[in-house]
């Protein structure tokens, strides 16, 4: 029974504070309106002083935001023409390292054309270790798959430094 009287006295406390803070929310409101409405020259001034300021960093805010959008998308449309390049290399020597595994004849033109454009890409990492072979010729090219790595690693490190560029600094 006493619980159910602290809860009503709790709900008519509830009630009497949401109701004394709409009247102070009232009489403040109020107040504020009836000092706007008497605004002396000085302070219509000042105001239209602060409020030419406050138009002002927000026009120059603006400029800068498009300027830092625009870069933003140039280094963007950078990044796809790199990620383009890289791809293109990946499958390259994607397709030479399945041709190693599958024990393609060198003398088929498809195998020299694709061993001819890989050529300058694979030389850095050719010998680096050795590529195990079994019976039949088929060839783990290890190399390759070094050389996907660290130009995996080079495509990674060169769009984080795309990012880097492309992403405006902001102030607080």
Do not use: C, W
Not at 89 to 109: D, E, K, N, Q, T
């Amino acid at each position: 029974m006493q619980d159910d009287q602290l809860a009503a006295d709790e709900t008519r406390r509830a009630g009497q504070h949401a109701a004394i803070k709409s009247e102070v929310e009232g009489d403040v409101n109020a107040e504020i309106a009836a000092r706007a409405n008497r605004t002396t020259p000085t302070e219509a001034r000042q105001m239209e002083q602060v409020a030419g300021e406050f138009r002002g960093k927000a026009i120059n805010e603006v400029a800068e935001t498009e300027l830092a959008v625009e870069r933003s998308r140039g280094m963007a449309r950078i990044s796809q023409v790199v990620d383009y390049i890289f791809y293109v290399v990946y499958a390259l020597l994607a397709l030479r390292l399945i041709l190693a595994l599958l024990a393609a004849r060198r003398s088929a033109g498809f195998v020299q054309f694709i061993h001819t454009i890989t050529d300058p890409l694979y030389a850095p990492f050719r010998g680096i270790v050795g590529s195990p072979t079994i019976d039949g010729g088929f060839t783990l090219a290890l190399p390759i798959i070094i050389a996907i790595v660290v130009y995996a690693l080079l495509h990674a490190g060169i769009n984080g430094l795309l990012r880097l560029f492309a992403h405006r600094k902001t102030a607080i």
